[in-house]
């Protein structure tokens, strides 16, 4: 059964570099069928894609987090990254990840999703 | 302000049927595959419906989901308890080139 656990730290200062991993348990990154991904949840709101990578590099990013953004995988550990530069306040929330099925021009769907980690943005 | 439209929140007694909406465009619901997510307080997000109709192993087929046009419906017959949470749809948006979701809707029942 794939299991997908967030970690990382829990508070980040203002203009810093929110960073967060996720390990896979239960199943390969480097699967060919599967991309990898984060999501996101500001406090008492909706859900907010981040972005999303494949075992061989390619990316999707929501454009208007691009700029900031970059998704790492770690084949040899069986893990994935998340990288968020000059982060405020409005970063601040639940993120987390996902196995992300997408059959191009057809379906895509998250399943399953890791428990979540609460990252602040405060000094 | 999210991409797809759902009510905010919808009731129903025990064993009653529930629907939720969820409307969007062409370049989302109009030309892709819709999926909902259930999440119950306090925890993460859980696939419900994908692909419109399909229900994973394990849900029950109390829930259903349909797609017409640019809009998709999630059902809820014989309403339970513990059917109490938000609900968010989801689908691929061709503008974005990537996916989007719907602002939740909060299930109570009553």
């Known amino acids: 059964q794939l299991q997908l656990q967030e970690s990382g730290p829990g508070l980040v200062k203002p203009s810093e570099t929110l960073s967060l991993t996720c390990t896979v348990s239960?199943?390969?990154?480097?699967?060919?069928?599967?991309?990898w991904g984060w999501i996101r949840q500001p406090p008492e709101k909706g859900l907010e894609w981040i972005g999303s990578m494949y075992y061989s590099g390619s990316t999707y990013y929501n454009p208007s987090l691009k700029s900031r953004v970059a998704i790492f995988l770690d084949t040899s550990k069986n893990q994935f990254s998340l990288e968020l530069s000059s982060v405020t306040a409005a970063d601040t929330g639940v993120y987390y990840c996902?196995?992300?099925?997408?059959?191009?021009?057809?379906?895509?769907?998250?399943?399953?999703w890791g428990q979540g980690t609460l990252v602040t943005v405060s000094s | 302000q999210s991409v797809l439209t759902q009510p905010p929140s919808a009731s129903g007694t025990p064993g009653q049927r529930v629907t939720i909406s969820c409307s969007g465009s062409s370049s989302n619901i109009g030309s892709n595959t819709v999926n909902w997510y259930q999440q119950l307080p306090g925890t993460a997000p859980k696939v419900l419906i994908y692909?419109?109709?399909q229900r994973p192993s394990g849900v029950p087929d109390r829930f259903s989901g349909s797609k017409s046009g640019t809009s998709a419906s999630l059902a809820i017959s014989g309403l339970q308890s513990e059917d109490e949470a938000d609900y968010y749809c989801?689908?691929?948006?061709?503008?974005?080139?990537?996916?989007?979701f719907g602002g939740g809707t909060k299930l109570t029942v009553l």
């Open positions: 239960g199943g390969s990154i480097s699967s060919r069928n599967y991309y």
């Open positions: 692909t419109n109709n």
């Open positions: 989801s689908t691929w948006d061709d503008s974005l080139n990537g996916p989007v």
């Open positions: 996902a196995r992300h099925i997408i059959n191009p021009r057809v379906s895509d769907w998250f399943d399953p």
